[in-house]
């Protein structure tokens, strides 16, 4: 992967522990446009094949520094795609070339921003998404200072709040939902300033804004300071209040041509991804306690807090049945009326069910 290619895929894999990857913490799910400013990786092998023991070899593409890392770690070392007989790699890369990985070839499926996807498969690319299993949620929100008399969205008009980009599916997703419950619209009933993630926790400490919407990892981080930081809203609760379901950030996607020749290998990916988030539900303290320093999830406040959520069935999806389904295409027509997307495309034109 880039910089990583001449590395054995053990050690691309355990590479980021070392090499400082934390700073880029919570990214994923998050870049509308599907760039960051960085080049795709140079390695465009193909990844579907025999490995000669009648397993398939299978490379997947993850954000680096996220909390992918932890969660998917644990689940190769658990041996749940070898059970599926799949023979996996997963790589982690730096979030733009990671969220092009299906459509420039880099990859044959793996999981990738929904709405940026949902957009190239408007623009004509023969893409299927073919669910959400082991895919992450919406767990950004709105935060305020503990300090502040703020109390709801609806206190913060008039008022400035930060964003790091109003490209990122998260920050968009959070327009459409709050518009549609409140009639609020960020961009035209509150001041608003884009600044990089980091600096959004400054700019809100230091009053130089009342609110941020951030990137997962730095949403952990506020929720792990209660002290510091207050949630004023959760787009994973808002869904669930309005559909009773979570709301999906990431989703499986491949050409349609890949997912026609390979629907045995794109069941078997769900299974074990599946099996990966009960593992994961089930043993959230000690897989971050092993791994979660390279998703900067590293203090006990942190661990307590992904603990918590996962518990509460949110961080990562678990299971597709058809009111989810039904329930994000409801979202994703919610994504439609308000000018996100083109259009909402008809759920049985992209949506393939494997199982």
């Keep these: 992967m880039g910089e990583y290619g001449c590395m054995s895929d053990v050690t691309r894999r355990r590479y980021l522990v070392g090499a400082g990857a934390i700073g880029v913490a919570g990214l994923a799910g998050c870049g509308g446009n599907g760039g960051d400013g960085t080049s795709s990786s140079s390695q465009t092998s193909t990844t579907t094949g025999s490995s000669?023991?009648?397993?398939?070899?299978?490379?997947?593409?993850?954000?680096?520094?996220?909390?992918?890392?932890p969660m998917y770690e644990a689940a190769t070392d658990q041996g749940f795609f070898d059970e599926q007989g799949i023979d996996m790699t997963v790589d982690y890369s730096p979030f733009g070339a990671q969220v092009r990985s299906v459509s420039?070839?880099?990859?044959?499926?793996?999981?990738?921003?929904m709405m940026p996807y949902i957009g190239n498969y408007l623009k004509g690319e023969d893409l299927v998404t073919f669910g959400w299993n082991g895919c992450l949620q919406c767990i950004n929100g709105l935060y305020t200072r503990a300090s502040s008399d703020i109390k709801s969205i609806e206190d913060l008009k008039g008022k400035r709040i930060g964003v790091w980009s109003w490209g990122s599916s998260t920050v968009q997703s959070y327009q459409a939902v709050v518009a549609e419950e409140s009639g609020l619209r960020l961009r035209k009933d509150f001041e608003t300033t884009t600044a990089a993630p980091p600096a959004l926790l400054g700019l809100l400490k230091n009053e130089e804004v009342d609110g941020v919407i951030d990137v997962s990892g730095l949403?952990?981080?506020?929720?792990?300071?209660?002290?510091?930081?207050r949630r004023l809203s959760q787009l994973n609760q808002m869904w669930k209040d309005r559909t009773g379901h979570t709301l999906p950030l990431t989703s499986w996607f491949s050409h349609r041509d890949w997912y026609e020749n390979?629907?045995?290998?794109?069941?078997?990916l769900l299974r074990a991804s599946t099996n990966a988030t009960e593992y994961w539900r089930d043993n959230t303290q000690s897989i971050l306690e092993q791994y979660g320093e390279t998703a900067s999830v590293d203090t006990q406040a942190k661990i307590d807090v992904v603990d918590e959520w996962a518990n509460d069935g949110q961080v990562f999806h678990a299971d597709s049945g058809s009111d989810y389904v039904d329930a994000t295409w409801e979202f994703v027509n919610l994504m439609s009326d308000y000018d996100f997307i083109d259009s909402a495309p008809a759920l049985d034109d992209i949506y393939q069910n494997p199982l």
Excluded: K
């Design 52 to 69: 000669g023991d009648g397993m398939t070899s299978m490379r997947i593409v993850l954000p680096e520094g996220t909390i992918h890392y």
């Design 219 to 229: 949403t952990i981080t506020m929720q792990a300071q209660p002290d510091t930081y």
């Design 262 to 268: 390979n629907t045995d290998v794109a069941a078997g």
């Design 104 to 113: 420039s070839g880099e990859v044959d499926a793996t999981m990738v921003s």
